[in-house]
Structure formats: C-alpha cells, structure tokens
C-alpha cells in the first residue's frame, strides 16, 4: 500500500533519526564527538516529488551519482535550499553541468577532469568543495585512483583554484566479512596521514568519506567523518543497482 506524503515524512524522519542514533553511539563508542560525522542523504533514483518530502524532514544535503539526474532534480526543486553533492563518476564533458549548480564533488579521480572542472568554475565565477576519489579496495570494476598513485596526483591539485580540495572518498569493498570492509577503511585513514604530512599547504585533507548504508557504523569507527546513506534511509531500491547503473554490482 502507497504511503501518503504525511506517512511519507514520518517513515524518513524515523529513519533518519535512526542512522543518527546509529552513528552517535558508534562515535561514542570511540571516542569521537558525534557531530564529528556529517549524515549525507544519498537520493539516487528516488523521484523529486519524494525528496521535497524528504527535504521537510530535515534533509537539507543531497548527493546523487549521476550528473543528469541531479541536473534535472536540482531544476525542479529550485525553490529548496538543497546542498547538492555528486558522489559518482563523471566524464569530462559533464563538467560544465556540475559547474552550475553543485556545491561539491566526491568523485575527483584524474587530472584531466580537474582542469575541465575548475575551467568551467571560473567561468560560472564560482568554487566547489572537491574531494579526491581512492579505489581502496583494488576492484577493477570501482573508480578511483590506486592508493600508490594519491600522492603524486595530489601535487598536481594547487593548480587548480576553482577546486577546494577537503579530503579522500572511497567505496570499500562490498562483503559480509567485516575485516576485509575495515581493510578499506584503515588504508584511507594511512592515505590521509600521510597526506597531512606531505601534501601542499593550502590543501585540506581533514574529511573521510566513507560508508554506506551497510558499513557506515564501521565507517565512522575508522575515522569517517561523512557517511553516505540511501537506502537507510529511503528503503530499497526496487531494482538492483546493475539496472539503473550497468556494471555495478
């Protein structure tokens, strides 16, 4: 039975309260503040007659993987003050869409990119927040740049102005077995020592991003200090990712 927009809104703001509590006790656990893990609602496929919903409910960022899709909500719900962050790969040729109107990007993974990107900002007059993408687990089938290659990438970033580099985003490998997801997580928190160490001065390398909604708990034990969460709080998807995305698992 379709939820009507009031049942709607409950359901998200319970959700979300939930992940909230979920992530607090994981940093407290720890010993972290809680308000050190920044909640980023991931809204992939779910339609703008939803996130306008979502957005009454106090979802006030949201990340999205395709251009086009983000494009397109970001038009219809202009009248929102929506924070938009592309968490997916982008093509070169669609960086003059997420010039105009993102407020940041997850998905940095080559140079090419970021001087298209940061041309194209100059001529909206504009900056974005831009975090560098790291393929911690080796997956053939995941963006990123190899852990080996972060440093002498990063050198290269101070030519680019437009783009204020804040820190490191990954996707951990996709398993059941704990140690082999905290694998992923520990090498970013190594990547990101050592960039604090090596990497020109005027580069930021103090966020994480890291963790779903089926690992962000053991995100935020290792350091994260932005999860992104779908599913936990918009419900399932009604097909799997390989439909929407092909080549995703």
Same mark, same amino acid.
């Given at each position: 039975?379709?939820?009507?927009? $009031?049942? &709607?809104? #409950? &359901? @998200?703001? %319970?959700?979300?309260? =939930?992940?909230?509590?979920?992530?607090?006790?994981?940093?407290?656990?720890?010993?972290?503040?809680?308000?050190?893990?920044?909640?980023?609602?991931? %809204?992939? =496929?779910?339609?703008?007659?939803?996130?306008?919903?979502?957005?009454?409910?106090?979802?006030?960022? !949201?990340?999205?993987?395709?251009?086009?899709?983000?494009? $397109?909500?970001?038009? *219809?719900?202009?009248?929102? #003050? @929506?924070?938009?962050? @592309?968490?997916?790969?982008? &093509? =070169?040729?669609?960086?003059?869409?997420?010039?105009?109107?993102?407020?940041?990007?997850?998905?940095?993974?080559?140079?090419?990119?970021?001087?298209?990107?940061?041309?194209?900002? &100059?001529?909206?007059?504009?900056?974005?927040?831009?975090?560098?993408?790291?393929?911690?687990?080796?997956?053939?089938?995941?963006?990123?740049?190899?852990?080996?290659? +972060?440093?002498?990438?990063? !050198?290269?970033?101070?030519?680019?102005?437009?783009?204020?580099?804040?820190? /490191?985003? %990954? /996707?951990? @490998?996709?398993?059941?077995?704990?140690?082999?997801?905290?694998?992923?997580? *520990?090498?970013?928190?190594?990547?990101?020592? !050592?960039?604090?160490?090596?990497?020109?001065?005027?580069?930021?390398?103090?966020?994480?991003? !890291?963790?779903?909604?089926?690992?962000?708990?053991?995100?935020? $034990? $290792?350091?994260?200090? *932005?999860?992104? +969460?779908?599913?936990?709080?918009?419900?399932?998807?009604?097909?799997?990712?390989?439909?929407?995305?092909?080549? *995703?698992?």
């Amino acid at each position: 039975m379709e939820l009507n927009e $009031e049942q &709607q809104l #409950n &359901q @998200i703001k %319970t959700n979300l309260e =939930t992940v909230k509590k979920r992530i607090a006790e994981t940093c407290i656990k720890m010993g972290r503040e809680p308000s050190s893990v920044r909640l980023l609602p991931v %809204t992939k =496929t779910v339609p703008a007659e939803r996130l306008r919903i979502a957005h009454a409910a106090g979802c006030h960022e !949201m990340g999205e993987n395709k251009i086009q899709e983000a494009r $397109e909500k970001s038009e *219809v719900l202009s009248d929102l #003050n @929506i924070k938009w962050s @592309i968490i997916g790969h982008l &093509q =070169t040729n669609k960086a003059r869409y997420l010039a105009r109107f993102a407020n940041e990007f997850q998905a940095l993974d080559s140079l090419k990119l970021a001087g298209e990107l940061d041309k194209r900002l &100059q001529k909206e007059g504009r900056a974005i927040d831009v975090y560098v993408q790291v393929n911690s687990s080796g997956e053939t089938s995941k963006f990123g740049l190899a852990p080996d290659d +972060v440093r002498d990438f990063v !050198m290269q970033l101070p030519n680019y102005s437009s783009l204020r580099i804040k820190g /490191l985003m %990954t /996707l951990a @490998i996709f398993s059941t077995e704990h140690d082999r997801v905290r694998a992923c997580f *520990v090498r970013m928190r190594e990547i990101q020592a !050592m960039l604090r160490q090596e990497a020109p001065a005027e580069l930021l390398f103090d966020e994480l991003s !890291m963790g779903m909604s089926g690992d962000y708990e053991l995100a935020s $034990e $290792e350091g994260a200090t *932005v999860v992104r +969460v779908g599913q936990a709080i918009f419900g399932k998807r009604p097909l799997p990712d390989s439909h929407y995305w092909p080549g *995703v698992g």
